[in-house]
């Protein structure tokens, strides 16, 4: 993994937005470690989305950051209540306070804070902060994808022999792979999954349906400035801030690999 210093391009040097996004990310994530193993309390909203103290605690701090600084900008964040407000605004963050919560409450690391800068319906700026590994990945259109400040980008090819796929078992079992596939264990946050392929972590990254935007919108950014797509099953683009937030089934991958796998669906739709 790329050198984790905290100091490596997360806020000099970047433009005010990208600033602001990288430098509250951080500040989020650490108050969610400092919370972390602790007896915080937690419940259940929905029917069975968990949610703790930490998710909140981190969601305020992120809404009073970003909403301060940039008071014209909409906001969508899965701990808060949504806002038909967005969807007249040009630009909105989409933020997932704690992605994983499940994991972060069973003491495991695999777990993030998310966040995005999203323009006319694409994300503009991405930030995913794993503080556990200190793992913090970035992104600005048109600018490339870090790892702690080192650029990252997809792994190439178009074939599958020893590639490592993440995502639902049935969708992995979807497509004709060698015996040679690697399938990784199961990565709670869903944007710490699909920046695996924007680190070659992973070769394929597969969410199952009912993910939303704040699960999406950073890691998406991340995987295209990596050289990397994320889509559809069918190589529709994921479009952000829209009254219906939730999405169906998704895969990510590096460029060829990704049009090899929509071409698979795309002739075989029920395999």
């Known amino acids: ?29 650490a108050l969610a470690l400092s919370m972390f193993g602790t007896d915080v309390r937690n419940w259940t909203k929905g029917a069975s989305s968990p949610v703790s103290e930490a998710d909140i605690a981190a969601n305020d701090l992120i809404r009073d950051r970003l909403q301060s600084q940039t008071p014209d900008y909409g906001w969508l964040s899965e701990e808060s209540a949504d806002d038909p407000e967005r969807l007249r605004k040009h630009r909105v963050w989409i933020i997932d306070p704690i992605d994983g919560t499940r994991s972060y409450l069973a003491g495991r690391s695999d777990w993030c804070v998310s966040a995005a800068l999203v323009e006319n319906a694409s994300p503009l700026l991405a930030a995913v902060f794993a503080p556990v590994t200190n793992e913090f990945y970035f992104a600005a259109r048109g600018a490339g994808a870090t790892l702690n400040g080192v650029p990252i980008r997809a792994s190439a090819g178009v074939d599958f022999e020893a590639a490592r796929l993440a995502g639902p078992k049935p969708l992995i079992e979807r497509m004709t792979l060698p015996k040679t596939v690697q399938i990784l264990p199961w990565i709670g946050s869903l944007a710490l999954r699909l920046c695996g392929v924007a680190y070659d972590r992973l070769d394929v990254a597969f969410a199952g349906g009912q993910s939303r935007d704040w699960d ?26 829209r009254p219906e937030v939730t999405h169906g089934v998704l895969v990510a991958a590096g460029r060829d690999r990704h049009a090899r796998i929509v071409e698979h669906f795309r002739i075989r739709p029920g395999s």
Do not use: F, Q, W
């Open 1 to 29: 993994m790329p050198d984790a210093s905290p100091d490596i391009g997360y806020s000099a040097g970047l433009p005010p937005d990208a600033a602001l996004l990288a430098a509250t990310v951080r500040e989020a994530g």
């Open 216 to 241: 999406l919108a950073a890691a998406d950014l991340i995987v295209h400035e990596a050289n990397g797509k994320l889509t559809s099953l069918a190589g529709e683009p994921i479009v952000y801030n």
